[in-house]
């Protein structure tokens, strides 16, 4: 590389390092974490209102749809009001739908959302990278650690990762391509991705929708200006079924098929490779 | 934030941007490659055994197919897996071989009546490998899984699922 940080795995020499063994290159974006929060919200049995109920998990200036991920804590809601979750470019909303003829029951959300600071929907590939011919192992007590900050205590020689923001022991998760495709353009509703990494990667897929989130087939405003926006459901949320050459992904629906503009997010990481 | 660490900046950007290419300073997912701990693994195995279920109700039949298998972390991991057909009834250019799916692979269930699928489940000690049909009609079906072998690339990351 010309300019920059290259850092391999340890025991793996940087000259044939593939991308997957690689714990920093400097040309590649990594999924960086924006933030992780806890989010605990009730709707009183006289917050209701006729249509659509809906709250702000969470507030960004990047003027981008971030990716998320969204784990249950717990909440306490009922089968009527369960609420669906979206990113739009200015937060994260649960949004309850609330019909006329629904029991004002007080609900309360606990969830826990992990954001990425990613404009997963904008379309980006990573530079190549060709590696050299291996020279073989090295010993495997070299490598770089950088201590995180975020835990008191944590030091060099640590065995748990969660106290390191770069360990050459442990791997990240780097980012070969995302963007957003809309599978409508396929008469089969697949989304394909020419991806060329010369194996099949991992991925992670999710729908968005440009209207509004969609609720029981039909479809709802976002909240306040962000009404005919896109939206974007959490990542990971589409199961699908995928096939890939060394070169391009096919992705088609598992019980329905997919629908619209479908956000992808391509990993350096093989899926036939145990490593 | 403390000052410390490495940054670098986006081509024909400064460091004091708000995106940068590479802050050692921020959080993100990472994966142990201790040889001993296994958290990055290929599995090969066959898909499950062929799972009934009765006609007449709503049936739910399940087997596990790897696991306990103790992760070491202390807490709820975030995972990533993926099922991956390497085989149909021993052809590997059988239609479906080579397909692959994120968390889950579902043998059969386009037609909504029926859910065959092979998926992970972890909690806060041990990552399993499950394989379960659900029949919610009571059609009456026998799982193919058996047909199937199986590569299972697992992800385990040194990251809370959930909670802080």
Known sequence: MAKGIEISQTAIPVSSAADYQKSLDSRWKILEILDEIVFTFTFTTTSW???????KIYSHSKNKILPFEVQDLGSDYDTLHVPNIFATDDGIYAVIIHAAADATTAITLKLFVRIYNLD??????????????????EKALFGAEIV???????????ED????????????????MHGTQNVNNDASHRLIVDHYLGYLPTFLLAGTTDQGAKYNGGVYDNPGAYAGKRTMQPLGSLAGLASSTFTTLTMRGAQSALFGNIVYLILKDPVALGK | MTQKGIVVAQDGASLTSADTQYDSRKKRLMINLRPDLKHVALLEMVGGTALQTNAGNGYHNEEILFG???HKLGFTPRCLVYFYVESINGDPNAVGAGGYGDSVYFYSGSSGTIEDKIFFVVDDTNFYIKHTIDDFFGIGWTSTANTFFMGIKYMICSNKLKAI
């Open chain 1, 148 to 158: 995180s900050n975020d835990f008191v205590g944590a030091r060099m020689g640590d």
């Open chain 1, 161 to 176: 990762m969660t106290h390191f923001s770069l360990n050459t022991g442990a791997k990240p998760f780097q980012i070969h």
């Open chain 1, 120 to 137: 997963v929907t904008a379309t980006y590939q990573a530079p190549s990278s060709t590696p050299s011919p291996g020279s073989g192992n």
């Open chain 1, 49 to 55: 209102v006729t249509g659509v109920n809906y709250v």
């Open chain 2, 68 to 70: 306990p298998f103790p």
